[in-house]
C-alpha cells in the first residue's frame, strides 16, 4: 500500500531531522526516511562523539599539565578507555533519542528504512517488513556523505580506519600514522596525542588547513602540534601497507623520496564523498555534478522542480550548521515562504587545542576580492585576563575590515574558546556591523570575549590593552559619525 504525504524527506541527519520538525511546524503532512540513526553521521559518529572524545582528552591534559601550578597535587591518573567509549556513546545516544522525541513531538511520521527513487514522484522504501512505496508533494534529499580513502587503503576499521573506527577504539593505540591533516586528522590526532597515543601525520598539502585559516593561524597550531610531540610531513603521499605481526609499515612519498612510516593504526581522513550514489537519483532526473554533488539552485531545489537537496549531498562546506540552516529554508520554501541561501558567511570551527574558528574572508580573500585597504586588528590571549586564568594564552583574535567603511569583513580566531566567540563575528558579518560597533559594545569583564571588542579597537588604533604603534598617517581611520 502506498503512503502519502505532503514533504518527504529521506536522512535524518542535521539536514534531514531539522527539514522534517520545520516543515511540520508549518502545518505539512511530514515523513522521514532514515536507514540507520536518527541525527545522521553528526550526532552518532561525527560532530557530537569527536566533541566528546575531545572535552574529556582536554579534561585530561589540564589535570596533567596545568594542574601543579595551582597548587594541586594529583597522582597518576588512570585511563578506563572502555569506560570512556561507553560515556561517549551515551551522549551520543542522548542527544539522537532526543531527536527521536522531537521527530515524534511534531508528529512527523518516521520510516526506518532505505529508500530509493523509482520516479520523480515515488520513493521505495526496504523496511524490516517488506518494501513500501511512498508518494509526495515534494522530496527532500538529505542523505550526507561518507568517508573517502585513497587507493590501497581500503577501510576495514581494523588496521586502516575511517573517522568512524578511529572514533570508537576500544584501547588507545601506541602509535597512529593519520593520513590527512585536516578537519578530521587534526581533531582526532590531538585528543588521541592527550591521551597518549604517538602520532605522526601525512599532509598532502604544503600547509595545513590551507584555504580554510589564515596563515598566522595554521602557525599557532603547528606550533602547539610540535609541541605535543605530533609529527607533521608535508607534500606526504601514502602509497601502500604491510601489515607484520602488530605492525603496519606504510609506504610514502614524502617531498618526491619514498619513506617507511610504522604505526600500530592508520587512520585516512582525506575528505568526505557524497551519498548521490546510493538512491538511484537519475531514475528521478535529478543531476549531479562531477563530484557527486547534487546540483541545486538558490532554494536548493534540484534539476527536478519538486526534489530538493541539503545539507553535505549539496555542497561544500560540509558542516552540520550549513545543513540545519538549508533545512529550514527548504521547509519554509515548501510552505510558500519567500527564502533563499543568501547567507554572507558559514562559521567554520576546528576543535584543535587551541580552537579555530572563522567566518567572512581571509586576507588573501579580501584582495582577490577587490578590496584596496584592509584594516586588520589583532588582539592576543596572553593580554586578557580570563585567558590567563585559564592558562590558555595561545593565539589572538584577528579582525580585518575595509579601510573606507569600517565593515566587518572576516574574523579570525585561535585561542580558547574560539569556537564559542565566533559566533559574535558571525552576526557582526551577517549584519555588515562596522569596526565601531564591535569597539563600542560593553562587553563584560572578564571574559574572553573582550578579545574581539580589543581587536576592534586595534584595528581602529587604540586597543587599551597592548601597546599599539600608531597607525600611519595614511592608515589612520577617520571615525564613523553614528547614524541617529
Ligand atoms: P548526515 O548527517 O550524513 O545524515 C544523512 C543521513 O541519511 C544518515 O543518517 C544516513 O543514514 C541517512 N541515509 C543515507 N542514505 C539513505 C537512504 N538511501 N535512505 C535512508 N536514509 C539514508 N560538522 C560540524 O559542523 N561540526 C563538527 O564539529 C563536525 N564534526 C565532525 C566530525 C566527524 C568525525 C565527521 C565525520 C563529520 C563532522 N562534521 C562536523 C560534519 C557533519 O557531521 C556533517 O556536515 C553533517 O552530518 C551533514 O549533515 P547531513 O544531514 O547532510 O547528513
Ligand atoms: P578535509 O577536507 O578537512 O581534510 C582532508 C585533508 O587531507 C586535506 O588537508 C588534504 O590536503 C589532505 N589529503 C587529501 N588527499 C590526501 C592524500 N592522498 N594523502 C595525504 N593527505 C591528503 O577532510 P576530513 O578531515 O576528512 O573532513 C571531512 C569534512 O568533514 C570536512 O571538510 C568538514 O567539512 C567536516 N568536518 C567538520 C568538522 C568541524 O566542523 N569541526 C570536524 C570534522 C569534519
Given at each position: 500500500m502506498s503512503q502519502k504525504f505532503d514533504t518527504v524527506v529521506v536522512g535524518a541527519g542535521p539536514g534531514g531531522y531539522v527539514c522534517a520538525i520545520r516543515a511540520a511546524q508549518l502545518g505539512q503532512k511530514v515523513a522521514i526516511i532514515e536507514r540507520e540513526y536518527y541525527g545522521g553521521v553528526c550526532l552518532n559518529v561525527g560532530c557530537i562523539p569527536s566533541k566528546a572524545m575531545i572535552s574529556a582528552a582536554k579534561f585530561l591534559d589540564q589535570v596533567q599539565n596545568q594542574s601543579e601550578a595551582m597548587g594541586f597535587t594529583i597522582g597518576s591518573v588512570k585511563l578506563d578507555m572502555g569506560q570512556l567509549k561507553s560515556w561517549k556513546d551515551s551522549v551520543s545516544k542522548k542527544m539522537a533519542n532526543g531527536v527521536e522525541q522531537l521527530l515524534k513531538g511534531n508528529k512527523v511520521t518516521m520510516i526506518m528504512g532505505k529508500a530509493h527513487f523509482e520516479s520523480d514522484q515515488i520513493l521505495k522504501v526496504k523496511t524490516s517488513s517488506g518494501e513500501e512505496s511512498i508518494e509526495a508533494k515534494n522530496f527532500v534529499v538529505a542523505t550526507g556523505s561518507r568517508p573517502l580513502s585513497i587507493p590501497g587503503?581500503?577501510?576495514?576499521?581494523?588496521?586502516i580506519l575511517s573517522s568512524t573506527g578511529a572514533l570508537d577504539l576500544e584501547k588507545v593505540p601506541k602509535k597512529i600514522l593519520v593520513v590527512g591533516g585536516g578537519y578530521i586528522g587534526l581533531e582526532i590526532g590531538s585528543y588521541l596525542a592527550k591521551l597518549g597515543t604517538e602520532v605522526e601525520i601525512l599532509e598532502a598539502?604544503?600547509?595545513?588547513?590551507s584555504g580554510i585559516c589564515e596563515p598566522d593561524v595554521v602557525q599557532v597550531i603547528e606550533r602547539k602540534l610540535k609541541k605535543k610531540a605530533i609529527k607533521l610531513h608535508y607534500k606526504a603521499f601514502a602509497k601502500g601497507y604491510v601489515k607484520s605481526g602488530k605492525n603496519i609499515t606504510v609506504t610514502a612519498d614524502v617531498k618526491g623520496s619514498s619513506q617507511e612510516f610504522t604505526a600500530d593504526k592508520v587512520i585516512v581522513t582525506v575528505g568526505r564523498k557524497p551519498?548521490?550514489?546510493?538512491?538511484?537519483l537519475s531514475a528521478a532526473g535529478v543531476e549531479v555534478n562531477p563530484l557527486g554533488f547534487v546540483k541545486v539552485d538558490k532554494q536548493m531545489r534540484?534539476?527536478?522542480?519538486n526534489i530538493f537537496a541539503i545539507g553535505d549531498i549539496a555542497g561544500q562546506p560540509m558542516l552540520a550548521h550549513k545543513a540545519s540552516h538549508e533545512g529550514v529554508l527548504v521547509a519554509e520554501v515548501l510552505s510558500g515562504q519567500n527564502r533563499v541561501f543568501d547567507a554572507k558567511t558559514v562559521p567554520a570551527v576546528i576543535f584543535t587545542d587551541p580552537e579555530v574558528a572563522s567566518v567572512g574572508l581571509t586576507e588573501k580573500q579580501c584582495v582577490e576580492a577587490g578590496y584596496e585597504n584592509i584594516s586588520v586588528g589583532k588582539f592576543p590571549f596572553g593580554a586578557n585576563g580570563k585567558a590567563v586564568s585559564l592558562q590558555q594564552t595561545e593565539g589572538f583574535v584577528k579582525i580585518l575590515a575595509d579601510s573606507e567603511s569600517h565593515v566587518v569583513l572576516g574574523v579570525h580566531i585561535v585561542g580558547p574558546q574560539a569556537s564559542n566567540l565566533i559566533s559574535e563575528a558571525a552576526l557582526a558579518v551577517e549584519m555588515g556591523a562596522r569596526l565601531e560597533d564591535l569597539a563600542l559594545t560593553i562587553h563584560p569583564h572578564p571574559t574572553l570575549g573582550e578579545t574581539m571588542m580589543e581587536a576592534a579597537e586595534a584595528a581602529l588604533g587604540h586597543a587599551v590593552h597592548i601597546i599599539q604603534k600608531p597607525l600611519s598617517h595614511k592608515k589612520k581611520l577617520q571615525p564613523q559619525p553614528a547614524e541617529l
Amino acid at each position: 500500500m502506498s503512503q502519502k504525504f505532503d514533504t518527504v524527506v529521506v536522512g535524518a541527519g542535521p539536514g534531514g531531522y531539522v527539514c522534517a520538525i520545520r516543515a511540520a511546524q508549518l502545518g505539512q503532512k511530514v515523513a522521514i526516511i532514515e536507514r540507520e540513526y536518527y541525527g545522521g553521521v553528526c550526532l552518532n559518529v561525527g560532530c557530537i562523539p569527536s566533541k566528546a572524545m575531545i572535552s574529556a582528552a582536554k579534561f585530561l591534559d589540564q589535570v596533567q599539565n596545568q594542574s601543579e601550578a595551582m597548587g594541586f597535587t594529583i597522582g597518576s591518573v588512570k585511563l578506563d578507555m572502555g569506560q570512556l567509549k561507553s560515556w561517549k556513546d551515551s551522549v551520543s545516544k542522548k542527544m539522537a533519542n532526543g531527536v527521536e522525541q522531537l521527530l515524534k513531538g511534531n508528529k512527523v511520521t518516521m520510516i526506518m528504512g532505505k529508500a530509493h527513487f523509482e520516479s520523480d514522484q515515488i520513493l521505495k522504501v526496504k523496511t524490516s517488513s517488506g518494501e513500501e512505496s511512498i508518494e509526495a508533494k515534494n522530496f527532500v534529499v538529505a542523505t550526507g556523505s561518507r568517508p573517502l580513502s585513497i587507493p590501497g587503503f581500503d577501510f576495514d576499521e581494523k588496521n586502516i580506519l575511517s573517522s568512524t573506527g578511529a572514533l570508537d577504539l576500544e584501547k588507545v593505540p601506541k602509535k597512529i600514522l593519520v593520513v590527512g591533516g585536516g578537519y578530521i586528522g587534526l581533531e582526532i590526532g590531538s585528543y588521541l596525542a592527550k591521551l597518549g597515543t604517538e602520532v605522526e601525520i601525512l599532509e598532502a598539502g604544503d600547509t595545513l588547513l590551507s584555504g580554510i585559516c589564515e596563515p598566522d593561524v595554521v602557525q599557532v597550531i603547528e606550533r602547539k602540534l610540535k609541541k605535543k610531540a605530533i609529527k607533521l610531513h608535508y607534500k606526504a603521499f601514502a602509497k601502500g601497507y604491510v601489515k607484520s605481526g602488530k605492525n603496519i609499515t606504510v609506504t610514502a612519498d614524502v617531498k618526491g623520496s619514498s619513506q617507511e612510516f610504522t604505526a600500530d593504526k592508520v587512520i585516512v581522513t582525506v575528505g568526505r564523498k557524497p551519498n548521490s550514489d546510493e538512491m538511484n537519483l537519475s531514475a528521478a532526473g535529478v543531476e549531479v555534478n562531477p563530484l557527486g554533488f547534487v546540483k541545486v539552485d538558490k532554494q536548493m531545489r534540484t534539476s527536478k522542480s519538486n526534489i530538493f537537496a541539503i545539507g553535505d549531498i549539496a555542497g561544500q562546506p560540509m558542516l552540520a550548521h550549513k545543513a540545519s540552516h538549508e533545512g529550514v529554508l527548504v521547509a519554509e520554501v515548501l510552505s510558500g515562504q519567500n527564502r533563499v541561501f543568501d547567507a554572507k558567511t558559514v562559521p567554520a570551527v576546528i576543535f584543535t587545542d587551541p580552537e579555530v574558528a572563522s567566518v567572512g574572508l581571509t586576507e588573501k580573500q579580501c584582495v582577490e576580492a577587490g578590496y584596496e585597504n584592509i584594516s586588520v586588528g589583532k588582539f592576543p590571549f596572553g593580554a586578557n585576563g580570563k585567558a590567563v586564568s585559564l592558562q590558555q594564552t595561545e593565539g589572538f583574535v584577528k579582525i580585518l575590515a575595509d579601510s573606507e567603511s569600517h565593515v566587518v569583513l572576516g574574523v579570525h580566531i585561535v585561542g580558547p574558546q574560539a569556537s564559542n566567540l565566533i559566533s559574535e563575528a558571525a552576526l557582526a558579518v551577517e549584519m555588515g556591523a562596522r569596526l565601531e560597533d564591535l569597539a563600542l559594545t560593553i562587553h563584560p569583564h572578564p571574559t574572553l570575549g573582550e578579545t574581539m571588542m580589543e581587536a576592534a579597537e586595534a584595528a581602529l588604533g587604540h586597543a587599551v590593552h597592548i601597546i599599539q604603534k600608531p597607525l600611519s598617517h595614511k592608515k589612520k581611520l577617520q571615525p564613523q559619525p553614528a547614524e541617529l
